[in-house]
T-cell receptor, first 116, second 113 residues
Framework: EAGVTQFPSHSVIEKGQTVTLRCDPI?????LYWYRRVMGKEIKFLLH????????ESGMPNNRFLAERTGGTYSTLKVQPAELEDSGVYFC??????????????FGEGSRLTVL | AQSVSQHNHHVILSEAASLELGCNYS??????LFWYVQYPGQHLQLLLK??????LVKGIKGFEAEFIKSKFSFNLRKPSVQWSDTAEYFC???????????FGTGTKLQVIP
């Protein structure tokens, strides 16, 4: 079974440009999460989809970040325009179930974003 | 709001030494607790979890953790570490049905052969 896949693995852009990160969750997983880790700090929650609906987007930093999950399958996270402080590793995770929490998040390998 | 503190940022041990990584959380209600591990070049993966029942939980590769409710702690232990345990370890908490999982800052463990 394929795991969570993320693309690109590394992106280097200049301040003011746009970047779109993609996440393909494990097939059948309704829950999809985006997290971000800035160097040396905690893995910070950004948002949570249940199927195509945003369950919780309380961690999104500001309106430069836009996440979508059309059709409840893959998700994209767009940063427009990118700022220096957006640099970090963006993790996607998925889990089964829409009711109770299953106990395990399955993570992708992350997309490293460097904003110059 | 829930939060997690990991007090050890970088731990260096020799092989066969015992390991204990501290984790404290702040949340007054029911919690689910986790330890995740990220080996070099790999993705984060679940090491062990606590939902209810026996507060001493065992995970993969000989790791265990003890939930002490009175201390709001969930420390990770291993009696004898191996070089292959070199990785970064993250403690995490989820407050029951609320599905956001909050992570700590991570502890880098380096095991010297």
């Amino acid at each position: 079974e394929a795991g969570v896949t993320q693309f690109p693995s590394h992106s280097v852009i200049e301040k003011g440009q746009t970047v779109t990160l993609r996440c393909d969750p494990i097939s059948g997983h309704d829950n999809l999460y985006w997290y971000r880790r800035v160097m040396g700090k905690e893995i910070k929650f950004l948002l949570h989809f249940v199927k195509e609906s945003k369950q919780d987007e309380s961690g999104m930093p500001n309106n430069r970040f836009l996440a979508e999950r059309t059709g409840g399958t893959y998700s994209t996270l767009k940063v427009q325009p990118a700022e220096l402080e957006d640099s970090g590793v963006y993790f996607c995770a998925s889990s089964q179930g829409t009711g109770g929490y299953t106990g395990e998040l399955f993570f992708g390998e992350g997309s490293r974003l460097t904003v110059l | 709001a829930q939060s997690v503190s990991q007090h050890n940022h970088h731990v260096i041990l020799s092989e066969a030494a015992s390991l204990e990584l501290g984790c404290n959380y702040s949340y007054g209600g029911t919690v689910n607790l986790f330890w995740y591990v990220q080996y070099p070049g790999q993705h984060l993966q679940l090491l062990l979890k606590y939902f209810s029942g026996d507060p001493l939980v065992k995970g993969i590769k000989g790791f265990e953790a003890e939930f002490i409710k009175s201390k709001f702690s969930f420390n990770l232990r291993k009696p004898s570490v191996q070089w292959s345990d070199t990785a970064e370890y993250f403690c995490a908490v989820n407050s029951g049905g609320y599905q956001k999982v909050t992570f700590g800052t991570g502890t880098k463990l380096q095991v010297i052969p």
